[in-house]
């Protein structure tokens, strides 16, 4: 996750990590892309039955039960572990996590265990009882899902009146006092409602947008060709980073992230550096430490059946099973070929990325749309969207 607004604001110092020694153990909860040790941020697909039908999921979930999912001994066995193991985030994510019965049960195990809980929903089951239950449970943010307006919505979604059952969600999760933000991912066919959703963002007092890019996996991969072309992502960044400074000068406290490309941050570091801004150098010096993409270092996921795999857009690629071995044991076992080739990927990632003067802030990009795309885990990602000038080549090279 690059957050643009508190880069872009200096609500980050070099120095606020650093006070914490830059151990992720120690670190509040948004200055840990910033560790220097990179415990995983776990995300839990602890269900894949979901009330929707969404065009982009990369679970490719459905409302229908899945046999073998893990049954709420096994998955207390694995809060147990996560927590012995200093992970800092567990993400309760689907499907729709909201349809398992026993999720608030894990959520306490887990927040008790001392780690930070935090929900994904797409929010249409979200009532204002559910919500108190939330605020009570103490999850530290839920992420609701908006892909555009209602007719957008409820088309990528797969249900009429999806879009207004989530707003009611976002407006439930406020009243309760629970800290909401809005996801949302980013395509050619809901591009023109990126600026409505930033002002609805401001209209229902919402704190938080995560702009995604499109993963190509699961659902997401039969809609590959709808990803944006390369000026159109540079549009979208270009209208975020004007709404950021915006509602800065305005005192609106307002936090945009965007998530899964990270060529953003070369972007970002390479807007401040055309525009003179006196913060560059302490910008890229942040983003160094963020490291760009942490499929299998700083970021895993634990689906439904208790498959770990690198993210959660990879659920092709196995590192293991929780119930044959805990997730801390596979997790530190770099004899697993995958595991060891992502946290050695300059090795083994080909094309424009081996020459690329921002691999340290962006670490290739992400895998599986490289994969998708090419057939091959290590080419370049072809969602980068950089020049060959701004990458430091002095020519082109084929990909």
């Not at 059946?305 to 959660?312: A, E, N």
């Not at 020459?355 to 290739?364: A, S």
């Amino acid at each position: 996750m690059l957050s643009l607004s508190r880069l872009l604001s200096g609500a980050i110092a070099t120095g606020d990590p650093l006070r914490y020694g830059r151990r992720s153990a120690d670190l509040p909860s948004h200055l840990l892309h910033f560790s220097a040790d990179k415990k995983p941020v776990v995300v839990w697909n602890v269900t894949r039955r979901c009330n929707l039908h969404c065009m982009h999921c990369y679970a490719a979930a459905g409302d229908r039960d899945y046999p073998g999912e893990l049954s709420t001994d096994e998955a207390i066995s694995v809060v147990d572990d996560l927590a012995a193991f200093h992970v800092p985030v567990v993400l309760f994510s689907g499907g729709e996590p909201l349809t398992r019965p026993d999720l608030f049960t894990l959520s306490a195990r887990a927040r008790d265990r001392g780690m930070r809980v935090v929900l994904s929903t797409n929010g249409t089951l979200l009532t204002p009882e559910m919500a108190r239950e939330i605020k009570q449970q103490g999850f530290s943010y839920v992420g609701i899902s908006l892909d555009g307006l209602p007719a957008t919505h409820d088309r990528f979604r797969g249900m009429p009146g999806a879009f207004e059952a989530s707003v009611r969600g976002i407006r439930a999760c406020r009243e309760a006092g629970v800290r909401v933000g809005v996801r949302f991912t980013i395509t050619r066919r809901n591009k023109g409602e990126l600026a409505p959703i930033l002002r609805l963002v401001e209209e229902e007092e919402i704190p938080r947008l995560c702009v995604y890019h499109l993963a190509y996996s699961g659902r997401g991969k039969k809609i590959a060709r709808e990803d944006l072309a390369h000026d159109e992502t540079r549009e979208a960044l270009d209208l975020l980073i004007a709404q950021v400074r915006d509602w800065h000068a305005r005192g609106l406290d307002k936090e945009v992230l965007t998530v899964d490309n990270h060529a953003d941050a070369a972007y970002l570091y390479l807007r401040l550096e055309r525009e003179h801004d006196a913060r560059a150098d302490e910008v890229l010096r942040l983003l160094r430490w963020n490291g760009g993409n942490s499929s299998g270092t700083a970021i895993g996921c634990i689906d439904n059946l208790g498959d770990v795999h690198p993210d959660q857009f990879s659920w092709h690629l196995g590192l293991g099973n929780v119930r044959e071995r805990p997730f801390s044991a596979i997790w530190r076992d770099e004899s697993i070929p995958l595991l060891h080739d992502l946290r050695h990927r300059r090795e083994r990632i080909s094309g424009r990325c081996t020459r690329c003067r921002f691999y340290d802030i962006c670490n290739g990009n992400l895998r599986v749309r490289a994969e998708s795309a090419t057939g091959d885990l290590w080419a370049s990602d072809p969602a980068c969207y950089l020049t060959d000038e701004e990458i430091g080549l002095a020519e082109p090279v084929n990909a």
